[in-house]
C-alpha cells in the first residue's frame, strides 16, 4: 500500500493550498482516509478525517472552519484544502488510511493503518 502526498509548498498568511494524496495497492472505499501533521520540534497531530463515503468529516478545532477534507473515490485521492493558512499551520503534513471498522469519528493516530510520506508546508507571516 502507498500513500503520496503531494502540493505542499511556501505561502503566505491568509492564503489558501490544497494537498493531496494518492493511495495505490489500497481498496480505497473500504478506509478512512485522514491528515495529520508534525510542526518542527511538536509531536504529530490530528488535523482532518473523512468517512469513505465522504458523508462524514471531522476535524481539530484547529483547523475547523479553515479546511475542508474531500475525497474523490473514482481517482482514489484524498484532498485538504486549506484557507486562512496561518504561520503555525507551518508542518508537514501526513495523509493516512484506517480501514473501516465502524467506529466514528476517528482521530487517534494509532487508529490508522497505513501512513504517507508528508509534504511540508509553510505559512510565512
Known amino acids: 500500500v502507498q500513500l503520496q502526498a503531494s502540493g505542499g509548498g511556501l505561502v503566505q498568511a491568509g492564503e489558501s493550498l490544497r494537498v493531496s494524496c494518492a493511495s495505490s495497492a489500497l481498496n480505497f472505499m473500504r478506509h478512512i482516509m485522514g491528515w495529520f501533521r508534525q510542526a518542527p520540534g511538536k509531536e504529530r497531530e490530528f488535523v482532518a478525517s473523512?468517512?469513505?463515503?465522504?458523508?462524514?468529516?471531522y476535524y481539530a478545532d484547529s483547523v475547523k472552519g479553515r479546511f475542508t477534507i474531500s475525497r474523490d473515490n473514482r481517482k482514489s485521492i484524498v484532498y485538504l484544502q486549506m484557507d486562512s493558512l496561518k504561520p503555525e499551520d507551518t508542518a508537514v503534513y501526513y495523509c493516512?488510511?484506517?480501514?473501516?471498522?465502524?467506529?466514528?469519528?476517528?482521530?487517534?493516530?494509532?487508529?490508522?493503518?497505513?501512513w504517507g510520506q508528508g509534504t511540508l508546508v509553510t505559512v510565512s507571516s
Open positions: 473523512i468517512t469513505w463515503t465522504g458523508g462524514n468529516t
Open positions: 493516512a488510511a484506517e480501514q473501516d471498522r465502524g467506529t466514528w469519528p476517528t482521530f487517534a493516530a494509532r487508529d490508522f493503518d497505513y
